[in-house]
């Protein structure tokens, strides 16, 4: 009889521990908040709707930055420079950009960047300027980037 309450009770011990454990959703989980530094945009020139900006992004997991926005633009892009037939070429990266787990992706002058088009007021050098960074997995960051001339490439 002892040892039929001993099984009971040891049946009983692993349903419950069994039960309290969370199921896996096989997403990918985060790890931490992805890490954001060095946010500057260029001014821009009265009559000028464009402007670049650049800033430095770290994930702790593999990600994707997959969409920026901002109320100042009427659209913000993520772009590539890159040199085709002796000419700098920029195109939007459709996909997003890659983030590869704990290395630091800048985003810089003749790199890849951020673009903001249709900006609503002209942008001046001590101005900030609110981003909203949208990534593949982990939680979208808000940041507030400097306006001013970045460092040289």
Known sequence: MKRMSAIAILATAMALTACGQPASSGKAEAVGPVMVT?????????????TGCYLTVTSPADDTLVSIASPVAAL?????????????????LEAGLPLPAGQAVSLAPGANHIMLLGVNEPLRTGDTVPLTLTFATAAPVQITAAVGQPPAA
């Open 76 to 92: 913000a892009q993520i772009h590539e420079s890159r040199m085709e037939s002796n000419m700098m070429m920029m195109r939007e």
């Open 38 to 50: 060095g946010a500057i945009c260029r001014p821009t020139p009265k009559g000028r709707q464009v």
